[in-house]
């Protein structure tokens, strides 16, 4: 059974990096693509990028310019890197298996880490 | 706005069938590209509830059920029970954002 784990600071002053991570059990990470999503009341549901195992990268163009999603391949962990943050980022990111076409789904989610963002 | 309009809320009794609709444009639902649904119960990450428009993952019942047609799709659930009460989202992708996008979901009350 596929499962994720994830962490990260959820508490950021504004134009600080956001930095997550997840951890993947029970399936190679070779085997999957990985996405990260934000949840926020004001934006809802926000598909920020995904990543291979080769890392191999899609980034939603909104967010591209200050997004990095790598992976470790060795440790099945990926990481999601978000520089100069705002209010407007705060919320709950999500990251997720998802599949390898471009009209992908996410089948298997982490919990979610909520990100606060406050001077 | 989000790409993908969904009503902010439905609502039906136990045993009701209701639909949850999912509106587009050609640039994503009407260019061709699947929609995946998801629900997601307070405090928790969504779930995948179907994907490319009416494929069911493992363990979800088959009261749920999908259908695309033009650039809108539809979820529907029949036989409503109390636990179906959760927030329902659509997925599908936008070849001009070139960007995978999400309705800004629904939420079901089971009165």
């Known amino acids: 059974q596929v499962q994720i784990q994830q962490w990260g600071a959820g508490l950021l002053k504004p134009s600080e990096t956001l930095s997550l991570t997840c951890a993947v059990y029970?399936?190679?990470?070779?085997?999957?693509?990985w996405s990260w999503i934000r949840q926020s009341p004001g934006r809802g549901l926000e598909w920020i990028g995904k990543v291979t195992h080769y890392g191999s990268t899609a980034y939603n163009p909104s967010l591209e310019s200050r997004v990095i999603i790598s992976v470790d391949g060795s440790a099945n962990h990926f990481s999601l890197r978000l520089r100069s943050v705002t209010a407007a980022d705060a919320g709950v990111y999500f990251c997720a298996r998802s599949t390898a076409d471009v009209n992908f789904y996410m089948d298997v989610w982490g919990k979610g880490t909520t990100v606060t963002v406050s001077s | 706005q989000s790409v993908l309009a969904q009503p902010p809320s439905v609502s039906g009794t136990p045993g009701q069938r209701i639909t949850i609709s999912c509106s587009g444009s050609?640039?994503?639902?009407?260019?061709?590209?699947?929609v995946h649904w998801y629900q997601q119960l307070p405090g928790t990450a969504p779930k995948l509830l179907l994907s490319?428009?009416?494929i069911r993952p493992s363990g979800v019942p088959d009261r749920f059920s999908g259908s695309k047609s033009g650039t809108s799709a539809t979820l529907a659930i029949a036989g409503l029970r109390p636990e179906d009460e959760a927030d329902y989202y659509c997925?599908?992708?936008?070849?001009?954002?070139?960007?995978?996008?999400f309705g800004g979901g629904t939420k079901l009350t089971v009165l």
């Open positions: 490319h428009n009416n």
């Open positions: 997925q599908s992708h936008d070849t001009t954002l070139g960007a995978s996008v």
């Open positions: 050609r640039s994503n639902i009407g260019s061709g590209q699947n």
């Open positions: 029970g399936v190679a990470s070779s085997d999957s693509y």
